[in-house]
């Protein structure tokens, strides 16, 4: 059954792997299939960009992941939140992350550039939200974030999920109120997206 749903998952973000580069790794995989009868170099080729382009599908096509543990913690330090969310009494009712479409928000201009389109169908940022209650309190919230990828280099990824925008909905004894975390202004002051050219 994991194996399955691992599948799953990976075909159900197939559109992410439909950029050009893909498309150029898959051409080439078909014509050294098709050239193998004529040498052993072409079944070495063929077996190479065959797996190259299987693991960029299943790199594409993962589920994206957040580290909890920091969102936790940047909950926990909040001086609004921690008043009515604390780590033994708080319990998380729903959560959702997901890949974020094409290449249209207008933070992230770099990957409008032609390398950007060549080797990345979206922007490799994903949206997510969770929600949350406490059995003491009865406060219950609802977290917005949206992340990106991150590098301080050039070359690989630091981090993948980095937190650029973070917000809070937050309901308390008929009380509503946001409670902005992590600007986006303020984060891509200081930090800028990574643009993977692989």
């Known amino acids: 059954m994991r194996g399955a749903d691992y599948l799953y998952q990976i075909g159900c973000r197939l559109h992410r792997s439909n950029d050009a580069w893909t ?3 898959l051409g080439y995989s078909a014509f050294s299939f098709l050239m193998i ?9 063929f077996a190479f ?5 299987l693991a960029r599908i299943r790199d594409k096509g993962a589920e994206p992941s957040i580290d909890e543990i920091h969102v936790f913690d940047t909950i926990f330090q909040n001086e609004k939140l921690n008043k009515l969310f604390t780590p033994e009494t708080f ?7 997901e890949w974020d479409e094409g290449r249209s928000n207008p933070y992230f201009p770099e990957y409008r550039s032609a390398t950007g389109k060549f080797f990345n169908a979206d922007t490799n940022t994903t949206t997510g939200f969770y929600k949350f209650g406490d059995v003491e309190s009865g406060a219950t919230m609802t977290l917005h974030f949206k992340t990106m990828p991150f590098s301080n280099n050039k070359y690989n990824f630091t981090e993948p999920f980095l937190i650029y925008d973070m917000h809070a909905h937050v309901s308390h ?7 902005s975390i992590h600007k986006a202004e303020e984060v891509l002051k200081t930090k800028r997206i990574f643009v993977p050219w692989h």
Do not use: S, Y
């Open 23 to 25: 498309r150029c790794l």
């Open 37 to 45: 009868p004529h040498a052993l170099i072409w079944k070495i080729h």
């Open 49 to 53: 960009f065959t797996m190259a382009t």
């Open 91 to 97: 319990h998380v009712i729903d959560f959702d992350q």
């Open 173 to 179: 004894n008929g009380n509503v109120f946001v409670e």
